[in-house]
């Protein structure tokens, strides 16, 4: 197993230092794995976003490791990605090495409250309470603190002999970008506005293990198209402000093939004729042929956009047009090796 590099000390919204970003970039280079244990995957709406987070989890089961994988209060996408059962609220085993829950506000809560007050009648008399819950309906953003706060607990979690971590990763595929970076804020919000009580001490160790470049990440999801790409840009430049996490990798999902070599485009070019309202076979098999020649001139130039970014850019191809399932993640993880 990956052992989680040491803490960062200066705090949890400190940029690391440029020795910190060396010692992790020789850690995966020895060990060929990223030693990270927390993997937020985002991305706008419908990118593909929960398929990576499932190839992202394959792909560390098939390196050995105990992975949880997560949705956060999503309408279930897992099961029929990796043809297991519904996922719900409750975390399952569906191997020794794959866990998976659904994350849900109000189960969240409860399990948090449970936690602090310890006895399931308490719990009842204070949270089932009609004035509290009126009340805690009120309390901005509690949802999503109760859901990060329940990975913070299990990235944390170890077992009995407390030796070792219950899971080597966890993977959260998350909402699309406006709603994830609230997820990501909200502990650090809470511990900016708060400075006493029971909840701030462990919200601050929340924000501090998102916020640590050593053990948390965020891969941003996109198509390789323009609005999609714009809104991974936006996003990357508010995560750089925010530091609520750092960004790892840039995935371009659902690539096309490029059928055309350098000589095939130049006769494209040189053919005459093919113009709209022409009839001729001959015209048309061009216009079909310069019409995917756009398209992928389009998505190679919306991938130099991401790949100027900075960040580290996977290509996850587009694989089908029918339901992906099982044997599409499996490829897509196989692809996702390099991942850091
Ligand atoms: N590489 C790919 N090749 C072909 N189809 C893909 C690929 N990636 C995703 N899809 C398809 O695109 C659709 C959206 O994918 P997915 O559900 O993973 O996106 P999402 O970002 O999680 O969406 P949402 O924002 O609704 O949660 C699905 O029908 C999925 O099967
Ligand atoms: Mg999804």
């Not at 309390?139 to 859901?147: A, I, K, N």
Request: overall charge positive.
């Amino acid at each position: 197993m990956t052992q989680p590099a040491a803490r960062d000390k200066r705090g949890p919204g400190a940029a690391p230092t440029s020795t910190a970003v060396a010692r992790l970039a020789t850690s995966w280079v020895v060990s060929g794995r990223t030693p990270r244990q927390v993997h937020f995957v985002t991305g706008k709406g419908g990118v593909g976003k929960s398929f990576v987070a499932c190839a992202l989890a394959r792909r560390f089961v098939d390196a050995g490791d105990r992975v949880l994988l997560a949705q956060v209060h999503a309408r279930d996408s897992h099961a029929a990605l990796l043809g297991i059962s519904p996922v719900d609220e409750d975390l399952r085993d569906v191997t020794p090495q794959l866990s998976v829950v659904n994350l849900q506000p109000a189960q969240a809560m409860r399990e948090y409250a449970l936690m602090t007050l310890k006895v399931e009648a308490l719990y009842k008399a204070v949270f089932e309470n009609r004035v509290t819950k009126t009340f805690l309906r009120f309390v901005p953003s509690l949802d999503e603190l109760v859901m990060m706060g329940k990975l913070w607990f299990h990235a944390e979690e170890t077992h009995d002999d407390g030796a070792r971590r219950r899971f080597d990763r966890v993977v959260i595929d998350c909402p699309s970008t406006g709603h994830a970076l609230k997820l990501f804020a909200i502990a650090r919000v809470i511990t900016e506005t708060l400075h006493v009580g029971p909840m701030v001490d462990k919200t601050r160790q929340m924000a501090a293990l998102f916020a640590d470049p050593a053990r948390s990440v965020a891969h941003l999801v996109a198509l390789p198209e323009e609005l999609p790409v714009n809104e991974t840009l936006e996003l990357l430049a508010r995560l750089r402000e925010e530091q609520t996490v750092h960004v790892g990798n840039v995935i371009v999902n659902a690539t096309l093939p490029r059928l055309f070599d350098a000589r095939a485009r130049a006769a494209f070019g040189r053919v005459q004729g093919a113009g709209a309202g022409s009839s001729s076979d001959l015209d048309a098999v061009v216009a079909v042929g310069r019409r995917r020649l756009a398209r992928e001139d389009l998505e190679a130039a919306q991938r130099a956009r991401l790949l100027d970014c900075g960040h580290p850019v996977v290509d996850v191809p587009h694989l089908q047009d029918s339901p992906l399932g099982p044997d599409h993640v499996a490829r897509a993880a196989r692809l996702l090796g390099g991942l850091t």
